[in-house]
């Protein structure tokens, strides 16, 4: 369920405008209040944002609401998200990112774990909106209660060996380009692979406060597919802008999204004995294909909801390792509490490297579906709504009869964005995206 300031990853909007430091200040008083109330002990609250140039602004006023009501806040720099999660479970009481993952530079976003490094249950989230938005005055810690505002420079190096740790495979000799998205993993992509032996090529690796997801990054694949091409590299790899998502390029600079990926890797682990019931959690978004795939290789497909959060909540009951969405989040649970681009590409690589086949043929007879997604400009306080609309539901049911069957459709909020979502999936590329246009059209019409 979101609410007024948190959508399906945390809160999100335009710096300055929406999301400024006023805001920030109470989030990082709230996050204080609620998450450490019941501590014995003065809390330990790490911070760490991505590059953007209001990154600094509010990463100021988090940690001075954090220092208001008695805790310490702890700044990690620059740093990748999952790195903030790990580091979290590992050392402190809670952690937050400033961060707005894959969005241009002028949004920007906040993301707060708890002290497991698990992203906050609705309950937390509500509690801290809740404080956030009562207007009340928060409890002001006073005299030598109030807390410390510190630095710490080694935290991306024991991310970075946290994650060379989790690497059981020689990837040595590996050619690589790593596209950085200008973002997070310009601080740590580098040191890690240098680790490991692999030869790189980073690409849009100088952040410079603006040029964040910038025509690069997972989002902008073109670049590193030419790179991986005329440069002769066994794969690419790119990340978002708090590289908590991964997708790859193969030999040939064909893309390879979330669902491939989790395909190679969830076979991988089944050969390993270690994917519990051989089972991968997905969610509505995956390709047709990507189900397909894993039946035909005796896999079993869990399905959650949109966005990491719903994956986890789906993989923790029953012991799932291997989870995530089509965009490039995946959850390796033996090694991380949340979608780690990283360790995603590690993992990938690691199966490369032990099939001893091109990148290209790890996927021979993955069949994609065409799959059309169009996103639709509305209202922000419409966007719940439309989706139920009947003249929405109307188009929806004649395109569901177009398609008899053999495709489906998928018309959601974004939980970030004031957009509504339109997937249309089918075996004809121009059938489908006829029915999303159709779709889009009423959408934006009624919206």
């Known amino acids: 369920m979101m609410g007024i300031l948190f959508g399906t990853d945390g809160i999100r909007g335009v710096a300055g405008e929406f999301l400024d ?41 988090l940690a001075a609401g954090v220092a208001s009501v008695g805790a310490d806040a ?6 990748p998200t999952p790195a903030v999660a ?21 949004h920007n976003g906040i993301k707060i774990f708890g002290a497991q490094g698990y992203k906050l249950s609705d309950e937390l989230e509500a509690a801290v909106e809740n404080l956030v938005l009562s207007g009340r005055p928060m409890p002001q810690a006073m005299f030598a209660d109030i807390g410390r505002v510190m630095s710490d420079e080694g935290a991306a190096a024991r991310y970075v060996d946290h994650l060379v740790g989790a690497v059981e495979t020689d ?32 690409l849009s690796d100088a952040p410079d406060g603006r040029n964040i997801n910038d025509r690069c990054g997972s989002t902008h694949m073109e670049a590193l597919s030419a790179r991986v091409r005329a440069g002769g590299f066994d794969l690419g790899v790119a990340f ?21 990926i ?52 789906r993989m923790l009951p029953s012991g799932f390792v291997l989870g995530g969405e089509q965009s490039g989040h995946l959850i390796f649970l033996r090694h991380a509490t949340t979608g780690d681009g990283q360790l995603t590409a590690l993992r990938f690589m690691g199966a490369a490297a032990n099939a001893g086949l091109p990148v290209s043929h790890l996927l021979s007879g993955f069949r994609q579906y065409p799959q059309v997604l169009i996103n639709v400009r509305v209202r922000q306080d419409m966007k719940k709504a439309l989706s139920g609309h009947p003249d929405v539901s109307e188009a929806i049911r004649r395109a569901e009869e177009t398609l008899a069957g053999d495709g489906r459709i998928l018309v959601r909020p974004s939980g970030t964005e004031p957009l509504v979502r339109v997937m249309v999936e089918g075996r004809e590329e121009a059938t489908v995206q006829s029915l999303a246009e159709s779709i889009a059209a009423v959408i934006s019409r009624v919206g």
């Open 21 to 61: 430091g006023l805001l920030a200040f109470r989030v990082g008083q709230a996050a204080a209040c609620v998450l450490c109330e019941r501590l014995q002990h003065k809390a330990r609250i790490y911070i760490g944002k991505d590059s953007r140039v209001s990154s600094d602004m509010l990463e100021a006023a």
């Open 74 to 79: 702890v700044l990690l720099g620059l740093i």
């Open 86 to 106: 790990f580091l979290t479970a590992a050392e402190a009481d809670a952690g937050v990112v400033i961060s707005a993952s894959h969005n241009a530079y002028e």
């Open 171 to 202: 990837l040595s000799g590996l050619r690589v380009a790593v596209d950085c998205a200008n973002g997070a993993a310009s601080r740590t992509a580098g040191a890690l692979l240098s680790r490991l032996g692999v030869h790189y090529t980073l």
């Open 240 to 260: 978002d802008g708090d590289a908590d998502r991964c997708l790859a390029v193969d030999e040939t600079g064909r893309v390879i999204d979330g669902d491939q």
């Open 262 to 313: 989790m395909a190679v890797c969830g076979l991988e682990e089944k050969a390993q004995g270690r994917l519990t019931g051989d089972t991968i959690v997905a969610t509505v978004m995956s390709n047709l294909g990507f189900h397909l795939f894993a039946r035909e290789h005796g896999l079993h497909v869990e399905t959650a909801a949109v966005g990491d959060r719903s994956v986890l909540e």
